[in-house]
């Protein structure tokens, strides 16, 4: 199968070329220097926005500016819309004019659709909330769901807080707890919907391969804990204290804007995946975050 993928040098993207390549599947990375993306290995090449889609059977959308890189100002929010919105628009237009178009569109978007919902249950059924970071995701599914028209079946998968080794939440959260200054935000009481680096990556794949996922997918792992779990489970993996809490004001002055997502309260469930017989690999927390974090004495949950 021939895949283009958009965002395919990034934390996600980077696992999903792998996964391809270890089944014989040819990947597209999608990149604006083509020419820097040079490599011997095989079945992996690099394009300019956009090659001919008509060579593709799937097309997976990874890209996207980062919510958390730079505090919110007018111009990042712009920079946030264009790089999510505008090009998942680009894309679905590209769709449109193939004579022979992909037969799907796995299009990421994000939890944050749900803001923030206390102890509410969130299936992929539940309401938006209102709010930038929920507009914007609405809009960015909106866009994806176009490719319908053309007959592509759209996947759009609502994305938690993704671990793993190489970048994500941990890279700029364990160096903070191995000093034994982290901790929960606030009273810790808000959920929090993870997913490992690895299970995103191969919810990608499974939305690929199995027809009947459609429309939008939570790719989110079905341990969700509160934030003051995460916490306590990272500091023990870790083998660091976690009860400084951190107060919502601190965040506000470090992230500005972006703090009312960190303290929003998600308690969202993979329903689809779970129901299309998706199998996560790491549905725990303490044995993902001890993989992540590469530490002895961790079992994938199909190994015990």
């Not at 601190?250 to 960190?262: D, I, M, P, R, Y």
């Amino acid at each position: 199968m021939n895949v283009l993928v958009t965002g395919g040098t990034g934390f996600v993207g980077g696992i999903l070329v792998n996964l391809l390549c270890a089944r014989n599947d040819r990947a597209t990375i999608v990149t604006r220097r083509p020419e820097e993306g040079r490599t011997a290995r095989v079945g992996v090449s690099f394009a300019g926005w956009l090659p001919d889609l008509s060579r593709h059977e799937a097309v997976v959308n990874l890209a996207g500016a980062s919510v958390s890189a730079r505090r919110w100002n007018e111009a990042y929010k712009r920079e946030l819309v264009e790089s999510r919105v505008d090009r998942t628009r680009a894309l679905v237009q590209a769709l449109g004019k193939c004579d022979k178009r992909p037969r799907v569109l796995v299009n990421a978007s994000a939890v944050g659709y749900y803001g923030d919902r206390g102890d509410e249950l969130l299936d992929e059924d539940s309401a938006p909330a209102s709010g930038f970071l929920p507009d914007l995701c609405v809009a960015w599914e909106r866009e994806a769901l176009e490719a319908e028209r053309h007959g592509v079946r759209v996947v759009n998968l609502r994305i938690g807080i993704v671990l793993g080794r190489f970048g994500g939440a941990l890279e700029k959260m364990a160096p903070i707890f191995k000093l034994g200054l982290g901790g929960p935000f606030g009273a810790g009481a808000m959920w929090l919907p993870w997913v490992h680096v690895n299970d995103c990556a191969g919810l990608v794949l499974h939305a690929i391969d199995d027809e009947s996922m459609r429309g939008a997918v939570n790719a989110v792992s079905p341990g969700v804990v509160r934030n003051k779990e995460f916490a306590r489970t990272l500091g023990k993996v870790l083998s660091r204290p976690a009860i400084l809490p951190v107060p919502p004001f601190a965040l506000k002055l470090a992230v500005g804007e972006f703090a009312a997502q960190l303290l929003a309260s998600e308690r969202v469930a993979p329903k689809k995946a779970l129901a299309s017989g998706y199998r996560f690999q790491w549905p725990e927390l303490e044995p993902a975050l001890k993989n992540c974090l590469q530490l002895k004495d961790y079992r994938r949950s199909d190994e015990r």
